[in-house]
């Protein structure tokens, strides 16, 4: 990590605690923050992509639906009414 100028945070004890708990043995507070904050921004990046397909996703999650329905279906006739 290349050395810029130094800036201070003020953050709460609770806010302390929990990067502290995040922080792992050869990390400082700012390679857990950096950490945290690229993670944040890969796991949004992908967000709305599947909106973007040519529909193929939306027919598998329509085809495991109905599978689903099936088994659910098949498992109440099979059961009867033992209530």
């Known amino acids: 990590m290349a ?10 004890e609770k806010t302390y605690e929990r990067l502290k708990r995040r922080k792992r043995a050869e990390e400082s ?6 950490r945290l904050l690229d993670d ?3 796991l949004l ?3 709305g992509a599947a909106a973007e ?4 996703m ?6 495991t639906r109905r599978a ?4 659910i279906e098949r498992f109440a006739a099979g ?3 033992e209530e």
């Open 79 to 81: 059961r009867g009414d």
């Open 29 to 34: 507070f700012d390679d857990v923050l950096e």
């Open 45 to 47: 990046a992908g967000f």
């Open 58 to 63: 939306a027919d598998v999650h329509d085809a």
């Open 68 to 71: 689903s329905a099936d088994r």
């Open 40 to 42: 944040d921004r890969d």
């Open 3 to 12: 050395e810029t100028a130094t800036k201070h945070v003020r953050v709460s």
């Open 53 to 56: 397909r040519d529909g193929k």
